[in-house]
């Protein structure tokens, strides 16, 4: 429910007694504040959006990443080029699995180490897939088809959709390190690709062609 259907709905209460009054206020001056609150989450989530364009990031073209997600990722993984492979990259953010096999059962459980932010930027988007048709959702439930358990089918889901962003990022790095017509434009280490940028607009690329479909993704990553 939404402040303005709480709104609404606290309207159609009359209450006669102090006690029944009382309580009203009490609604709807928590209800104004949040009010207030979505206005500022609004507000933050404009900023963030645009930091995140200045950037050269195209992060929340995937579903699931939206603005404070994306900055969250920027901010916390920086140079991308730091990580050597996906696989790297997977274990820095916690999404490898651990070996938890024993004796005949082959079987794997989340790990609890690593970058529990970026872990957690990740698990949104997971949530964020299942609840919608897409193909993280359809590799999800292919997962349960083959005898996981949903935490495992999960955990296979966060490590697919870390491999997604670190693919993502590095072809954002590539781009902003090259500009048109193959010419070297800003590096991975200037500016353009920093979460605060403070260069001028001359000196960034121009961000090239993007990457509309998840279902590419997915498939790329596996």
Known sequence: MSAQQARALLNT????????KTRRWLASELIHELTVIDKKIKVANAELTDLVASTGSTLQELTGIGPSGAARLIGDIGDIARFASRAHF???NGTAPIDASSGDQNRHRLSRAGNRRINRALHIMAVVQLRRDTEGRRYYQRKLADGKT???????????LSDIVYKRMVADARRLATGPGGHVGATLQSSAADPNPWADTSEKSLPGPAEAHLRTDLAAAS
């Open 90 to 92: 997977a274990s820095w």
């Open 150 to 160: 949903p935490m495992e089918a999960m955990r296979a889901l966060k490590r697919r």
């Open 13 to 20: 209460v009359r209450p006669r007694d102090l006690v029944g």
